[in-house]
């Protein structure tokens, strides 16, 4: 690959193993050479979690301790598995399997299935609504729209969890379940529904999952099997795998422990689809020699977003609540988070409408705004409001990219176009790649200026917009690619599911925008009711809507703004409340809420054999300027323990120093030279002068690991003294003057 094809789209594959540790911070450096034995990675929203699981992979497949088809890295959305194998792919660790738990399952299914049972494997169900409402009719009850969602939903709960449909009532007072509907008449329907699959030859997704443990755990040849293929595993977002999950990764392990999990508790939102993240928290427990690293280094989000975040979770109660990480902001400051109420929702939504105007003048791309609500029902008003304000939108949730029939159309003709080109009148007079797409997507309605108002119109627009873009990104990639090129890099982002980003603002869920991010962030619709949602009666289900409200804040980059309205309607009685959750935060609704209390847990490496409850920590009382006695949130302002903009009392000569000894130290371990000591920490080792290893230990960025390798060298940097000669260094001097003698 040429220096040309240097840019975030198409980066250049590393030069060699160590080359892809670059670039990553101490901790996630320790997820990715931590190869060997069990590895636990508690990982906070925006700390890069996915970089350091793909490096991890990378390096080992870089550096030959694994072997590429013998690795299986499982997640939760096909979307996930795609942005990783894209990920590795771009590392040079091509072959590794990335899937989801269903994709991987129906794999080994439908492979071993002749083996196991002979003939062909049963039909697939894409969805099982329609057999929901055929078993709910046999069994004489009549079911609407939503009551039939719910029970499928109810059915999938079940089946994740292995309850049969007998068991199905006691099951439900057992987990302390709100059923949605009368759960004999539930028992009775999920009894049909499956008697229904089993005459028609049909299986399911969750059968998927409950057929490959079958085979697996009555057929020791085929489970051996898929042991000898698959040695070594990591599975992303851990704290969302269910029992059935669980239990195929335990047959697929045996009696191996190459296994890394990652996952952060305190996103834990599905628990309505059998999620749990018992598996994570009791991870340190069953592998008791597990290796476990923190990440909580958040390069998302600015240190306002960071600190509202950490203040939601000050009030969580239960397990999840006591594991939680308490983040710190890596990036500069920006604007704090706005808070606004509304007479009614139409206001609230013009007035959402409003600001997202003002911040796309301001800069801001469409595409780099979010308008995240609760429930899907709540988007109708925002569409209006965005369409009457001119703003273009997409709605999360719609066919993938690459799915659209649209794309598909696109991709066929730029096909048609790559091989019989040079007789295509269209690209009579195209000149360069750019120009040759745009003449092709041009005869299926595509122009410079997008059509007026909203609609199927617009959104076939929006696509093919975005594969000009693509287009226009690739050439300035890689001169001199052709449209075969182009065409070839689409079908490989179409296996990865890799799309291009449409231009608009993204109205979602909460729970559809897990995993995504945006420069700009509007939560909306935050009352009593809604947040959290009026059927959250137990404490279990109230925290885990705070959760939910948690993982829509860290979504935001920069901009964060959170907004209610006390009627629905103009005119309405206001008898709305704001949520509960923004107590403390908000302004003018008591204490402004601190830092985290004790147990949250701090960045860092435990290493296996400590007792689970030994975890190294220090005071966390909040940080405050030594200078003006401010409470600090943000990193270095923490690491210099002043306000950024209070008096400072540096030694210039001694900062200066610091710096040259850091980058002899960096080029000697030939590592970046912040993984030595950051900026700031040298700043406040230059503004403290410590004379002791204390004194040096109490300087946030000095951790036990530096103090031991480095601390005799600042020591004597701060006591105006040359650092003694290291091990190589003496060994090469002696060396030298053999040599002369």
Not at 147 to 156: A, M, P, Q
Request: charged share 25%; aromatic share 6%.
């Amino acid at each position: 690959m040429t220096a040309a094809t240097h840019s975030p789209l198409f980066p250049r594959v590393p030069e060699s193993a160590d080359a892809v540790l670059d670039g990553l911070d101490p901790e996630q450096r320790e997820v990715a050479t931590a190869l060997h034995g069990p590895v636990c990675v508690l990982a906070g929203a925006g700390t890069g979690k996915t970089r350091a699981i793909t490096h991890r992979i990378a390096y080992g497949v870089r550096a030959g301790i694994l072997q590429p088809a013998s690795v299986l890295a499982v997640t939760f959305t096909a979307r996930a598995a795609g942005e990783m194998r894209g990920r590795l792919r771009q590392l040079g660790a091509g072959g590794v399997q990335a899937r989801t738990f269903h994709s991987a399952a129906l794999r080994q299914l439908q492979f071993f299935w002749p083996k196991a049972v002979g003939g062909e494997l049963p039909r697939l169900l894409e969805r099982k609504v329609q057999f929901v409402s055929e078993a709910a009719a046999r069994c004489r009850i009549r079911l609407d729209r939503n009551e039939l969602r719910d029970v499928t939903g109810e059915i999938e709960w079940s089946k994740v969890t292995q309850t049969v449909p007998a068991d199905y009532p006691a099951a439900l007072v057992k987990a302390g379940r709100q059923a949605p509907r009368d759960p004999a008449e539930t028992g009775q329907i999920y009894a049909m529904y499956e008697q229904l699959k089993r005459d028609r030859g049909a299986i399911d997704f969750e059968d998927v999952l409950l057929l490959t443990v079958g085979v697996l755990q009555d057929r020791h040849d085929i489970a051996e099997q898929v042991r000898a293929q698959y040695q070594h595993f990591v599975v992303d977002e851990y704290q969302d795998v269910s029992p059935l999950q669980q239990r195929l990764l335990e047959l697929w392990l045996g009696d191996r422990d190459s296994l890394c999990v990652v996952g952060d508790a305190s996103q834990t939102i599905y628990s309505f689809t059998g999620a749990t993240p018992d598996h994570l928290l009791t991870f340190r427990t069953r592998h008791p020699q597990a290796t476990v690293v923190r990440l909580v280094r958040d390069y998302r989000s600015t240190p306002q977003v960071v600190h509202l975040a950490n203040g939601l979770l000050t009030q969580a109660r239960g397990r999840a609540a006591e594991h939680r990480l308490e983040l710190v902001s890596q990036r500069e400051p920006g604007p704090e988070p706005g808070y606004t109420e509304y007479a009614d929702e139409p206001a609230e939504a013009e007035g959402t409408a409003r600001r997202i105007r003002e911040l796309i003048a301001s800069g801001v791309p469409a595409s780099e705004i979010a308008v995240l609500f609760r429930i899907n029902a709540q988007s109708e008003v925002y569409e209006q409001a965005l369409a009457d304000a001119g703003v273009p939108y997409q709605l999360r949730g719609a066919e993938r990219f690459f799915e659209r029939p649209e794309v598909r159309e696109a991709g066929v003709k730029l096909r048609g176009a790559a091989r019989f080109g040079g007789n295509d009148a269209l690209l009579d007079d195209a000149v360069g790649l750019p120009s040759e797409v745009r003449a092709v997507l041009s005869d299926m309605g595509w122009s410079s200026e997008p059509p007026a108002g909203s609609g199927a119109v617009r959104d076939r627009w929006e696509s093919l917009a975005a594969l000009v873009r693509l287009a226009e990104e690739f050439a300035a990639a890689r001169p001199g690619a052709t449209l075969a090129d182009l065409v070839a890099e689409l079908d490989e982002r179409a296996g990865a599911q890799h799309a291009p980003t449409v231009e608009g603002v993204t109205l979602a869920s909460l729970h559809a925008a897990k995993g995504l991010e945006w420069d700009a962030v509007f939560l909306v619709g935050l009352t009593e009711g809604m947040m959290p949602i009026t059927h959250a009666r137990t404490d279990e289900e109230i925290e885990e809507e705070r959760r939910l409200l948690y993982v829509g804040v860290t979504r935001a980059r920069r901009h964060l703004a959170l907004s209610w309205s006390l009627a629905r309607s103009p005119g309405g009685r206001p008898s709305r409340r704001p949520s509960r959750f923004l107590n403390g935060l908000r302004p003018g609704s008591g204490a402004a809420a601190g830092r985290l209390a004790a147990g949250a847990a701090a960045g860092g490496v435990e290493r296996g054999g400590a007792a689970p409850g030994a975890s190294r920590r220090r005071d966390r009382r909040p940080a405050r300027c030594r200078v003006c006695n401010k409470t600090l949130t943000d990193a270095g302002e923490m690491k210099l323990m002043r306000c950024e903009d209070c008096p400072s009392e540096m030694n210039e000569e001694l900062y200066e120093r610091l710096r040259d000894w850091r980058a002899g130290e960096a080029a000697r371990t030939r590592q970046p030279a912040y993984c030595v000591f950051t900026d700031k920490t040298l700043m406040a080792i230059a503004e403290a002068v410590p004379g002791t290893e204390p004194e040096l230990a109490r300087i946030s960025g000095v951790g036990r690991r530096k103090l031991d390798r480095y601390g005799a060298d600042v020591l004597a940097l701060c006591a105006g003294e040359d650092p003694a000669e290291g091990p190589e260094e003496a060994s090469e001097g002696a060396a030298e003057n053999s040599s002369e003698k």
